[in-house]
């Protein structure tokens, strides 16, 4: 079960070869959105591995979002370019997810009966959002979501313990406090993140269409027309 795995819903350009289980290489630019730049060398890197230990890739996954309107769409464009060009299947993996495994893995003393909250920074006290218990169950479905003081004041008060993560989880620091909310920092998705929800996949046959496949954007985007550009 060989599997490249591409990372570009944030910050942080990624990708990762994974078998089996197991992470064999991992490539990551954190330095700022430099995907354009960076993706394409660094999935030949992965693919001059590949070649060099006569590996064959069985999938390709790619996070599908939510995340970067322009990082997503650089990320699925080569991921089904080269799914299509080694004749293998195309895994969409939602980013959410990506965090909320990341985050069951940062911790090793889970009880197993927290909700995790992923966030993903979107504009203003708006955040791309979504609740998962311990088996990635939606408790909360994704979705984007402004923040107050109110939100998911029903999970807390009915005594559910809470742990908000990813980039957008400051804004939530700054309008909910609450006993039963809790953050950890740092957690920003990459690609081997990305290892067991891509091979879950491979197993399932989920597969997205290398053809007609778009990124899970959750809203519409927006974009700004100068006034100028009107007259």
């Not at 693919?47 to 996954?61: L, N, Y």
């Not at 989880?169 to 953050?183: G, L, R």
Request: charged share 25%; net charge negative.
């Amino acid at each position: 079960m060989t599997i490249i795995n591409i990372e570009t819903s944030g910050k942080i350009c990624s990708v990762a070869l994974t078998y089996h289980g197991a992470l064999e290489i991992q490539i990551d630019e954190m330095e700022g959105m430099r995907h354009a730049d960076k993706l394409a060398p660094f999935v030949d890197q992965i693919m001059q591995e590949v070649h060099r230990r006569e590996m064959k890739p069985d999938a390709v996954a790619v996070s599908i979002g939510p995340g970067s309107y322009t990082g997503l769409r650089i990320g699925l464009s080569l991921a089904k370019g080269l799914a299509f060009g080694l004749g293998v299947p195309l895994i969409g993996v939602d980013t959410l997810k990506i965090i909320a495994v990341k985050a069951m893995f940062r911790k090793n003393d889970w009880n197993g009966d927290e909700l995790l909250v992923p966030m993903i920074d979107a504009r203003r006290m708006e955040v791309f959002t979504a609740v998962y218990d311990f088996a990635l169950n939606e408790v909360v479905k994704p979705g984007p979501m402004v923040l107050d003081e109110e939100s998911f004041r029903n999970l807390l008060d009915a005594g559910k313990q809470l742990y908000f993560i990813g980039d957008g989880a400051e804004k939530a620091k700054k309008v909910i406090d609450h006993p039963n909310a809790h953050w950890i920092d740092g957690l920003l998705p990459q690609a081997k993140d990305m290892m067991a929800l891509s091979e879950k996949a491979l197993r399932n046959e989920d597969f997205i269409d290398i053809a007609y496949s778009t990124p899970q954007y959750l809203k519409s985007y927006q974009t700004t027309v100068s006034k100028k550009s009107l007259l």
